[in-house]
């Protein structure tokens, strides 16, 4: 997927990626990303080296046990959050 090619709705919301490098369904996200910055719109990218595809919220001692945390974090930076 081609950044350029990807319409960005004027009215696109703030957005946070999030993916394992071992999914093989996660190869859009950073396109995606690189698009909401190229529109000027507020996007965060978080690129997990383990995980898998879905990895969910359970710790199984991989990279991406505390994704949660990190999405928390963000929340409150964009104040949608308290």
Not at 12 to 41: I, T
Not at 43 to 53: C, F, I, K, P, W
Request: charged share 20%.
């Amino acid at each position: 997927m081609n950044a350029a090619a990807i319409q960005v709705p004027d009215d696109a919301p703030p957005v946070f990626f999030l993916h394992a490098a071992n999914d093989p369904m996660s190869d859009s996200a950073p396109s995606l990303y690189l698009a909401w910055k190229a529109a000027g719109k507020p996007a965060e990218l978080h690129v997990y080296a383990d995980g898998g595809h879905a990895f969910g919220m359970p710790l199984r001692s991989r990279s991406t046990d505390h994704w949660i945390e990190r999405f928390g974090d963000w929340l409150r930076y964009q104040k949608l959050l308290q």
